[in-house]
């Protein structure tokens, strides 16, 4: 799951269409990361869902941090360029768990957990990183 931090702030300080093109570019900006069979899904406003597809548990954290680390160059919208961080969680499927549904809630689970760190960080969920 990745979710921009404090994304409500562009929407007041802006307006909803610069908030939408942020979203496009952030999608897009995953996207950029992803291969052919990952999945790309909007879970809500400013939050996705990753899915990736036949990777190695170690490099599913790599591919998390290369997506939190693109985010440190600017979203250019209209005359604006905004910089925002994403907080990543991950759970791993079916290493953690043979059900999918249960994956993407720990997932979501470990995103609450990086939004309590502060944010601009990568969670994987597990009982080193936060309570099963």
């Known amino acids: 799951m990745v979710d921009m931090d404090r994304f409500n702030i562009i929407n007041h300080s802006y307006d909803t269409f610069v908030g939408d093109e942020v979203i496009k570019a952030m999608a897009h900006n995953i996207q950029e990361h992803l291969q052919v069979g990952d999945v790309l899904v909007r879970n ?7 899915v990736l597809y036949d990777y190695e548990d170690d ?6 941090e290369a997506i939190r680390l693109s985010f440190k160059k600017k ?3 209209t005359t604006y ?21 249960e994956a993407i809630e720990w997932a979501k689970r ?10 601009d960080t990568v969670v994987v969920f597990g009982p080193k990183s936060m309570p099963i």
Not at 59 to 64: G, I, L, Q, R, T
Not at 85 to 99: C, E, H
Not at 110 to 119: M, R, S
């Open 44 to 50: 809500s406003s400013d939050t996705f869902c990753v």
């Open 59 to 64: 490099y599913v954290a790599e591919v998390a």
């Open 75 to 77: 979203i250019r919208v």
């Open 81 to 101: 360029a905004i910089l925002k961080n994403v907080s990543i969680g991950v759970a791993l499927f079916p290493t953690q768990t043979p059900d999918i549904l």
């Open 110 to 119: 470990a995103l609450i957990e990086a939004k309590h760190q502060g944010g």
